[in-house]
């Protein structure tokens, strides 16, 4: 018999998870509403809402690797990953879910037909036996950290085990998981491995009541990016197109309020250097056009990548198209990293550091705080503040030496830290019948 403490640690995370679900049913109704109001803006939410809902199309065998990358950031990670199990693995389906449209088209533009993909069901028990019943995989593979009671539960009781790969958890995500550990720990003991990015995400998913022995560092996905071929040379013709001597900066993967901050920060820079060009890149599709209102509002003039302007003569270029990051960030002299600026927590500064470029983090990094460590420990990334972006930035276009010195040690660093995907495939098979 179960320990009264275990009986009782059981019942109450049953009556916690069947809380949580009434309540995510109470409020399906707001959640439809509000895809169909982001509908507005991108019509994507307004599509194959019935995936959303559990119902794809029924596969006649069983056995597809099923593979949850929420959006853009996290299918990126997960390219190298999926590109390995399509070889390793040709007769299984690779199914792949996502939660916004960005990240279903990414998975388009970066798979087409290789592989098949719907949007992510809701939590909801019978949206998840529907979703299951129809697709039979034969394993999960969850990107980062997506964990969700029901579908755990789902997979627990369909025998369908599940991997948390290229897992990372911050301290102040793990604070918030502590607080629910009524749902925390039994997703955690639901899960049949986690995969982590390094010894610290570990020892935060061990105290949430992860089974050590289901815990495995197996390194940074993110590290494995591919650079592709002829990049460079696909940068130097826009280049070209922006005016071949132009010092250029890039706001990479920029929120609200950051795109306001590089803008009057570009205002002193093109005092000393006119012909600077700073290259915006929103991290939304939907924020596109009021970014490109506001730095007319600025008395900026601007070139949009959409529109198939060249750039040349403008003083900003707004980069709003999808799947074009890599082709941007290797036309960059100087890159700042985007939600870092504002408490969004930062993105992915391994892209720039591979492809040879000085990279700048504001003080909001909690997602990556390992890697910007690891990256900062080796000369290959700056911090700057809101104060200090200025005086960094300008330092470092007045330095070309510097630059590639911070460039060669962020693509020794990557070339040093890569072999997760191979570690992550063994994971994989380990889950396949």
């Known amino acids: 018999m179960l320990p009264f403490s275990a009986l009782f640690q059981r019942e109450n995370s049953l009556v916690a998870r069947l809380v949580y679900t009434i309540l995510l049913t109470l409020i399906m109704p707001v959640l439809l509403c509000r895809i169909w109001w982001r509908g507005r803006q991108n019509p994507g939410y307004r599509r194959r809402v019935g995936e959303r809902l559990g119902w794809v199309i029924a596969q006649p065998q069983p056995g597809a690797i099923w593979i949850h990358a929420v959006s853009v950031g996290e299918t990126l990670a997960a390219a190298p990953l999926i590109d390995q199990l399509l ?8 199914w792949i879910t996502s939660t916004t449209p960005t990240g279903a088209g990414q998975v ?19 949206c998840w036996w529907l979703f299951c019943r129809r697709l039979k995989p034969a394993c999960l593979v969850v990107m980062e ?37 009524a749902l925390t720990r039994p997703m955690l003991q639901r899960l049949t491995r986690v995969a982590v990015q390094n010894e ?17 560092v197996c390194g940074s996905l993110k590290y494995d990016v591919v650079v592709p071929a002829g990049i460079e040379d696909q940068a130097h013709d826009l280049r070209q197109g922006w005016g071949a001597d132009r010092p ?12 306001a901050l ?17 290259v915006l890149v929103p991290r939304h599709p939907e924020r596109f056009d009021p ?35 890599l082709l941007l960030l290797a036309a960059a002299d100087v890159v700042v990293m985007g939600g870092s600026l504002v408490p969004r927590g930062g993105h992915n500064p391994i892209e720039p550091a591979a492809l040879g470029k000085p990279v700048l983090m504001g003080p909001y990094y909690f997602n990556f705080q390992t890697v910007v460590d690891e990256l900062k420990a080796e000369n290959a990334l700056q911090l700057t503040t809101h104060s200090s972006l200025v005086t960094d930035v300008a330092r470092l276009l007045d330095d070309p030496q510097q630059r590639q010195h911070m460039g060669y040690a962020g693509q020794n660093k990557v070339r040093h830290s890569r072999g997760t995907v191979a570690r992550l495939v063994a994971e994989v098979a380990a889950l396949l019948p």
């Not at 993967?253 to 795109?259: A, V």
């Not at 509002?297 to 990548?305: P, Y």
């Not at 198939?308 to 403008?314: D, F, I, K, L, V």
Request: proline content about 6%; some cysteine; charged content about 20%.
């Open 87 to 94: 070889q390793d693995y040709p007769n299984r389906t690779i």
């Open 108 to 126: 388009e533009r970066l798979f087409g037909n290789r592989v098949k993909r719907s949007f992510m069901p809701y939590d909801l028990p019978l």
């Open 145 to 181: 950290t997506e964990l969700w009671p029901n579908l755990l539960a789902c997979c627990q009781q369909r025998r369908i085990p599940a991997l948390l790969a290229n897992a990372r958890l911050s301290a102040r995500s793990a604070r918030g998981y502590a607080r629910l550990a």
């Open 200 to 216: 610290a995400d570990g020892q935060r998913f061990l105290d949430l009541g992860l089974p050590p022995v289901r815990l495995a």
């Open 248 to 259: 250029v900066v890039l706001l990479a993967s920029s929120h609200e309020g950051e795109e």
């Open 262 to 278: 590089l803008m009057a920060a570009a205002r002193q820079w093109i005092q000393r250097w006119p012909q600077l060009l700073l």
């Open 291 to 325: 970014v490109a209102q506001s730095c007319l509002d600025e008395s900026f003039i601007v070139a949009r990548r959409s529109q198939q302007e060249s750039g040349n003569g403008c003083q900003i270029y707004l980069a709003d198209s999808m799947g074009e990051m």
